[in-house]
């Protein structure tokens, strides 16, 4: 019996590690749905509510190259899940995206994975926005000798 029962957990984490997997055309449509009213469809930060906020949305296509060519996928999660905090969007005791995601699984047997899983994928889609380019920069190779 109680092999039965690892088999099951081992059967269910494996399961959740294949549907993880990078989504981005998932989170080109989570994007288009919870972040293109504010940071605009193509993430410049030009959303038709822009005028109506405070502190304007940042340009998505730039996190990369503001955070020295890197695209920091833990800070980009967190900041999504709520677990960063971001002056724009509320206190740091309302994690906007991150409840709001699970919630939209409470049927499901795994709301919170789930949840994790469309954040992912929304991650998987801010990276393809990014600027061609905003790679660290490699060293100039040496100029030829005229």
């Not at 889609?125 to 100039?140: C, M, N, V």
Request: aromatic fraction near 4%; include cysteine.
């Amino acid at each position: 019996m109680k092999r039965v029962g690892v088999c099951i957990a081992l059967a269910v984490a494996v399961t959740a590690c294949v549907e993880s997997q990078r989504r981005p055309e998932v989170g080109k449509s989570l994007y288009a749905v919870h972040c293109a009213s504010c940071h605009g469809l193509g993430g410049r930060g030009d959303g038709p509510l822009r005028p109506a906020l405070t502190t304007p949305p940042s340009d998505l296509t730039l996190i990369a190259h503001n955070n020295g060519g890197r695209f920091q996928e833990s800070k980009v999660l967190s900041t999504i899940d709520g677990r960063y905090a971001v002056a724009a969007h509320g206190p740091r005791d309302m994690p906007v995206w991150g409840v709001m995601f699970t919630d939209a699984h409470r049927e499901d047997p795994f709301p919170v994975h789930r949840g994790l899983d469309d954040a992912r994928a929304l991650v998987d889609y801010l990276r393809t926005l990014q600027e061609p380019g905003d790679a660290a920069p490699a060293e100039a190779p040496p100029s030829p000798a005229p």
